[in-house]
């Protein structure tokens, strides 16, 4: 079984870059473009529970900005939800899923930091 699952687009610099952090340091990782294969209820969910909505809604990409104006407005916890999964280029990339319950979104040092302490 794979350890880590990223979810992100493969012209995403920022997956681009987790991958090449994954490859550099031999750890075996699987890749999911949330594009091409989606992800599942579920998997959404335990995200959402792990990060809440608001760190998985990527409110600078393309796609949000090209949203109409009432699906950007009101946001809740459901209708994030619904968003993400109609749009799923909407979420924040890449999602890193370690099987070992650590769940990060976004490319960042303190990403990274976390996930050292659990790969």
Same mark, same amino acid.
């Given at each position: 079984?794979?350890?880590?699952?990223?979810?992100?687009?493969?012209?995403?610099?920022?997956?681009?870059?987790?991958?090449?952090?994954?490859?550099?340091?031999?750890?075996?990782?699987?890749?999911?473009?949330?594009?091409?294969?989606?992800?599942?209820?579920?998997?959404?969910?335990?995200?959402? #529970? *792990?990060?809440?909505?608001?760190? !998985?809604?990527?409110?600078?990409?393309?796609?949000? /900005?090209?949203?109409?104006? @009432?699906? $950007?407005?009101?946001?809740? #916890? *459901?209708?994030?939800?619904?968003? !993400?999964?109609?749009?799923?280029?909407?979420?924040? /990339?890449?999602?890193?899923? @370690?099987? $070992?319950?650590?769940?990060? #979104?976004?490319?960042?040092?303190?990403?990274?930091?976390?996930?050292?302490?659990?790969?």
């Amino acid at each position: 079984m794979t350890a880590v699952i990223v979810y992100g687009l493969k012209n995403c610099d920022s997956c681009r870059a987790a991958r090449r952090y994954l490859e550099e340091r031999a750890f075996r990782y699987e890749f999911r473009d949330v594009r091409a294969d989606g992800f599942s209820d579920a998997e959404l969910d335990r995200w959402i #529970a *792990a990060l809440g909505w608001e760190a !998985l809604l990527n409110r600078k990409s393309r796609t949000w /900005r090209e949203l109409p104006e @009432a699906d $950007r407005s009101g946001l809740d #916890a *459901a209708k994030a939800r619904a968003l !993400l999964k109609a749009h799923p280029t909407l979420l924040k /990339r890449p999602v890193v899923d @370690a099987t $070992r319950g650590t769940v990060t #979104a976004g490319w960042t040092p303190e990403v990274r930091k976390a996930l050292q302490a659990v790969l």
